[in-house]
Antibody, heavy 120, light 111 residues
């Protein structure tokens, strides 16, 4: 069955960096667009970034563009989110998720999430 | 990247039906049939319950149904059960950016 497991979250100071990882299993990873979604404490869902099957096409929310970089390693069935220049408002649970079909922005499987806390 | 508009809360008694609206614009809900709905219980990951406006993934109860009219999508839950109490989020493909945009979420209380 499809399984997505995020890791790499933790406590970081403002201005710091973190790299999130998402290990995928149970499906042909290279066939699917993947995304990162975040949820600040007590708040709603926010789409952070998506990446195409090859990694050639990526897109970012205005709130993270220029600071975050999404990437993937299809040989290792892994998705990544490099987060630089972190701010307090980046504090959230970060989910990786699989798109049900290319370029529809509909997510059929989600990981359990990893908490990122940005605080001094 | 403006959020879709959902009511903050809705409620209903067991056995009743409720509908949650999700209003967007001609750039998203109004022009694309890529509207999805997610159910999220406390401290859990969201779960897809509706995609392509009205399709249900395998394993999702047929008590959940979706529809769309103009710029507004709707989720209807019939025969409310206690376990339906959760937060519900709509999401749409947004054409000008190719991004996905979520609604603010609706808290469903089963009385």
């Amino acid at each position: 069955q499809v399984h997505l497991v995020e890791s790499g979250g933790g406590l970081v100071k403002p201005g710091g960096s973190l790299r999130l990882s998402c290990a995928a299993s149970g499906f042909t990873f290279s066939d699917y667009y993947m995304s990162w979604i975040r949820q600040a404490p007590g708040k709603g869902l926010e789409w952070v970034s998506y990446i195409s099957t090859s990694g050639y096409t990526v897109y970012y929310a205005d709130s993270v563009r220029g600071r975050f970089t999404i990437s993937r390693d299809n040989a290792k069935n892994s998705l990544f989110l490099q987060m630089n220049s972190l701010r307090a408002e980046d504090t959230a649970v970060y989910y990786c998720a699989r798109e049900i079909a290319a370029a529809r922005r509909e997510l059929d499987y989600w990981g359990q999430g990893t908490l990122v806390t940005v605080s001094s | 990247q403006s959020a879709l508009t959902q009511p903050a809360s809705v409620s209903g008694s067991p056995g009743q039906s409720i509908t949650i609206s999700c209003t967007g614009s001609s750039s998203d809900v109004g022009s694309y049939n890529y509207v999805s709905w997610y159910q999220q219980h406390p401290d859990k990951a969201p779960k897809l319950i509706i995609y392509d406006v009205a399709k249900r993934p395998s394993g999702v109860s047929n008590r959940f149904s979706g529809s769309k009219s103009g710029n507004t999508a709707s989720l209807t839950i019939s025969g409310l059960q206690a376990e339906d109490e959760a937060d519900y989020y709509c999401c749409s493909y947004e054409g000008s950016s190719t991004f996905g945009v979520f609604g603010g979420g609706t808290k469903l209380t089963v009385l």
